[in-house]
């Protein structure tokens, strides 16, 4: 309670706290003391160890979440993914696939029409400058092929021509070069000596006339294409550059067209002789020329129809459509990124060029060869 000090030299006020008289809660209803209850002293001994107590488990909890998380870094660095050696990886040399248009199928034919295997790969080849330049040089692509071991190989390209011809009716006086054209050489093939319009073309065209233009006729005339295994296709863009229509799809075995041509010699084909295994083998890369000489992106520009990649594209879907193998040359072999290094001019093949090219076809061709 508040007490006032009367004495007149003092004006100040003066506090004094009265006795206060402290209750024990701890005492019973009858006066009784808890014999548990502990004295005073021991009770703020007690209130000390515990505020210590908490004190030191937050400090302990703080400690464990930082090793935890210590331990959770450096156990996602070491174990996230798998881990890949490149030199174990180079040396195990796995085959990166490309995103191309490959399509490589196994011949689908009824095996009991299949004749006996006789352990030799015979390869029949269609096709213009890739296979016919330098075709008497080991340097050539086809004699590259053909030193494969166990391969007969009879090359029937012929330089300078197309796959597509320009009229549906072979007319040996307005159109000899037709002559040449896959679809042509194919009926040769098949119907041998019977028919005249090859010799007709070669006495039309006479000094024009291709140089292998005989050699080729005395193959298909003689060949036995029961024994032949492999059919090899395999044309550069020349029809771009000429200008051929590409694909008609009212008329899929067009043969003045560039996918029809080779449609219509594939039905052929495939009618009188299942057994052969097909494989089209699409054009590489060639650049485009300008009206100043001028190398330019065959993606860029047309002669004709479309442009280049075009008739690749429509050449996959002619393949498949057919139940034969295609390999992709344009994506996947020498492509308007690499292809300076691989051609002597906007489309023929150099060494390089020839050498990759028959890796991709034996890929192909081997595509299905049981190993040990």
């Known amino acids: 309670m508040k007490n006032y000090n009367d004495t007149p030299e003092e004006d100040t006020l003066s506090y004094n706290m009265a006795d206060l008289e402290f209750l024990d809660l701890d005492q019973k209803e009858d006066g009784d003391t808890d014999p548990d209850r502990e004295d005073a002293e021991g009770l703020d001994d007690h209130n000390n160890r515990k505020g210590f107590s908490s004190h030191t488990v937050l400090h302990i909890l703080f400690f464990v979440v930082v090793i935890g998380g210590i331990i959770a870094i450096i156990f996602k660095f070491s174990n996230w993914g798998t881990y890949i050696d490149l030199k174990q990886l180079a040396q195990q040399e796995v085959e990166i696939q490309e995103d191309t248009l490959d399509e490589i199928l196994p011949l689908l034919a009824d095996p009991e029409t299949m004749p006996p295997d006789d352990g030799i790969q015979t390869i029949l080849a269609f096709g213009n ?58 009926t040769l093939a098949v119907t041998g000596a019977n028919k005249d319009y090859y010799p007709n073309a070669v006495k039309s065209l006479g000094v024009k006339a291709p140089p292998e233009a005989q050699e080729v006729y005395d193959t298909l005339t003689t060949i036995d294409l029961n024994t032949v295994d492999t059919v090899l296709i395999m044309y550069d863009g020349t029809d771009y550059f000429m200008g051929r229509s590409m694909y008609n799809d009212d008329a899929p075995t067009d ?51 479309h442009v280049f990649s075009t008739y690749v594209i429509k050449q996959y879907t002619s393949a498949s459509s057919r139940g034969v193998s295609f390999v992709d040359n344009l994506y996947g072999t020498i492509t308007e990124d690499n292809a300076k290094e691989y051609l002597t001019d906007n489309i023929h093949l150099n060494q390089k060029g020839r050498e990759l090219m028959a890796k991709r076809f034996l890929y192909a061709l081997h595509y299905y060869d049981k190993t040990e």
């Not at 043969?255 to 295994?277: K, S, V, W």
């Open 255 to 305: 043969i003045t067209c560039f996918t029809g041509n080779m449609e219509a010699g594939i039905e052929m084909l495939q009618h009188y002789y299942p057994h052969i295994r097909i494989i089209v083998m699409s054009p590489a890369y060639a650049y485009a020329v300008d009206l100043e000489g001028n190398y330019v992106s065959s993606d860029m520009y047309t002669y004709g129809q």
């Open 129 to 186: 400058a890739p296979l016919a330049d330098d075709r008497n040089s080991e340097k050539g692509l086809a004699n590259i092929l053909a030193s494969e071991p166990n391969t007969v190989f009879y090359n029937c390209s012929v330089s300078g021509s197309c796959l597509s011809s320009i009229n549906n009716a072979f007319n040996a006086d307005t159109q000899p070069i037709d002559a040449y054209s896959f679809y042509w050489l194919v």
